[in-house]
Nanobody, 118 residues
């Protein structure tokens, strides 16, 4: 059974930082692309960042220079370091995995709330 468990969200002042974590189980973690998405109230879920099994990263234009995605295959965990938080970063952040051995089927974490106050 695949499970993604997220942590690290919270209430933060503008300009502050957070590190989100997502621990995966029930999968061969090291071969799967991992990503982060977010959804603000009243808006569609949007892509934030992705990291491939080889460590290649890609980011949404809106977060480049502030967000960093990384992975630790020994811990089956993907991270999202968020710096210089802005109020517009307020959203529920979701961990995503594409299961390589299951036709790239998408799996999602439960989401973690990030709220940025001014």
């Amino acid at each position: 059974q695949v499970q993604l468990v997220e942590s690290g969200g919270g209430l933060v002042q503008a300009g502050g930082s957070l590190r989100l974590s997502c621990a995966a189980s029930g999968t061969i973690f090291s071969i799967n692309p991992m990503g982060w998405y977010r959804q603000a109230p009243g808006k569609q879920r949007e892509f934030v960042a992705i990291i491939t099994s080889g460590g290649t990263t890609n980011y949404a234009d809106s977060v480049k220079g502030r967000f960093t995605i990384s992975r630790d295959n020994a811990k089956n965990t993907v991270y999202l370091q968020i710096n210089n938080l802005k109020p517009e970063d307020t959203a529920v952040y979701y961990c995503n995995m594409k299961q390589v051995l299951a036709w790239s089927k998408d799996y999602w974490g439960q989401g973690t709330q990030v709220t940025v106050s001014s």
